[in-house]
């Protein structure tokens, strides 16, 4: 599957943005979506995911009650809700699919095998 991340951009602090993440091929509802950031000098860190019926999600701390996933499969989309942007969220957002994924953390059991190619989100203070 091939994902294609977009909605990325320059926010002021307590702003809100939505990424969406667009997969092709037939098999997108088969596969537990996820978003993950990288801030500049930082590591990859998991920020969402969301099971193929898109019942259930688990989130980073550093991102819970703020973020929101969903998932459209009819339209082979999901989307990140941002909602009252940090500065310290400035980071380039990737979403993946197909990855290890427990309710519990840590969350991520295995990286996934999808990427797409990251949007950037920058958050002004």
């Known amino acids: 599957v091939q994902l294609q991340a977009s909605g990325g951009g320059l926010v002021q602090a307590g702003g809100s943005l939505r990424l969406s993440c667009a997969g092709s091929?037939?098999?997108?509802?088969?596969?537990?979506m996820g978003w993950f950031r990288q801030a500049p000098g930082k590591e990859r860190e998991f920020v969402g995911g969301i099971i193929r019926s898109g019942v259930i999600t688990r989130y980073a701390d550093s991102v819970k009650g703020r973020f929101t996933m969903s998932r459209d499969n009819a339209k082979n989309t999901n989307y990140l809700q941002m909602n009252s942007l940090k500065p310290e969220d400035t980071a380039i957002y990737y979403c993946?699919?197909?990855?290890?994924?427990?309710?519990?953390?840590?969350?991520?059991?295995?990286?996934?095998?999808?990427w797409g190619q990251g949007t950037l989100v920058t958050v002004s203070s």
């Open positions: 091929g037939r098999t997108f509802s088969s596969y537990t």
């Open positions: 993946a699919a197909d990855f290890g994924f427990s309710f519990s953390p840590p969350y991520v059991l295995s990286q996934p095998n999808y």
